[in-house]
């Protein structure tokens, strides 16, 4: 019979599904004529002599499949002898190979190219004997026709003590090539506005730093920098930009005490090409919603803290 769940090999990632239709064990029954079948406790043992025989399950009987759309099926499988493969209904082959003697956690996809009724099989593969225990999984079918968002970079900062911030950066870019030299331009930017160190950016791949070293004593992602600035679009709205960790030089009072350690200032040189990212006049990402920052557009700011219980 078939081995625990744990004795299978691996399959696929699942991913987001609009629907799910798990078969029953009621909806199974024979594809094409096989010599032997039987369900027992749920589990389907199958002898076949011909090819492209096996079983069958319907996901719901009757329901018709969307063209366009994709199934994602998977089903537990015990190949005793001969070689099978998975199949799905109106989606065409959906297997990653066939497979022969042993255990398995079998999963494929494929487009719907027709409506018809949606259902799973295992079939043999070869026009010779097989025998084989089918435990099915389930059925699915998901939408892929989704809409471009464009591309985003977020930049995982890293504090003194190994605390991290993440910072995201809505881009406007086209390409992925484009999407590349605005992420070089915001990390140069960012990297003369805090002092904590970056440890990875992601754009569509993974940038790390493999080599990382901790920045110097007192850095810490908790604290921030909190800039107000106008919204190009409408002089009313206002909108607020968090650096983590800000370097000294943002503040009126440097690194001295008072008011002033608190206080941004608003023409340091660093904080204007930093707010640049999002200015409407050559602006490489977007703030909000779509939205741009006016030109010269930090009006105040404050130092910030954040929260947490890891210090």
């Known amino acids: 019979m078939l081995m625990p769940a744990s004795a299978y090999k691996k399959g696929g990632e699942y991913v987001t599904l609009l629907r799910s239709n798990v ?23 199958v002898i076949t002599s011909n090819q492209f025989t096996g079983i069958r399950a319907h996901g719901v009987l009757g329901y018709q499949s969307t063209i366009g759309r ?50 799973v099989s295992v ?5 010779a004997p097989a025998e084989f225990y089918v435990s099915f999984g389930s059925l699915k079918e998901f939408n892929v026709a989704l809409t471009d968002d464009g591309f985003k970079l977020y930049v995982s900062l890293v504090d003194s003590g190994g ?37 990875s950016y992601t754009i569509n791949n993974v940038y790390i730093e493999d080599a990382l070293t901790l920045p110097g004593t007192g850095v810490q992602v908790e604290q921030r920098a909190t800039v107000i600035c106008q919204i190009d679009s409408d002089p009313l709205k206002k909108v607020a930009i968090n650096i983590p960790a800000p370097a000294d030089g943002l503040f009126v009072g440097g690194p001295a005490t008072g008011d002033g350690y608190n206080t941004i200032d608003t023409t340091d040189a660093a904080l204007a090409l930093y707010t640049d990212i999002w200015a409407v006049s050559g602006a490489i990402a977007t703030i909000s919603d779509g939205e741009y920052l006016s030109d010269a557009p930090i009006l105040r700011g404050r130092r910030t803290h954040r929260q947490s219980s890891r210090g």
Not at 123 to 127: I, K, V, W
Not at 175 to 196: P, S
């Open 163 to 199: 605390d991290q911030s993440i910072v995201r950066y809505d881009l406007v870019a086209a390409t992925h090539a484009d999407a590349v030299t605005a992420a070089g331009t915001i990390l140069t930017r960012l990297g003369a506005v805090t002092d904590a160190i970056v440890k």
């Open 123 to 127: 079939l043999t593969n070869q026009s």
């Open 23 to 45: 078969p029953k064990t009621g909806d199974w029954n024979s594809h094409g004529t096989v010599t032997s079948f039987e369900i027992v406790n749920g589990v389907a043992h």
């Open 70 to 119: 994709k199934a994602f099926a998977t089903a537990k499988v015990t190949v005793i002898s001969g070689s099978v493969y998975l199949f799905t209904g109106g989606a065409g082959l959906a297997v990653n190979f066939p497979v022969g003697p042993g255990q398995y956690d079998l999963y494929g996809y494929g487009t719907y190219t027709a409506a018809q009724d949606v259902y």
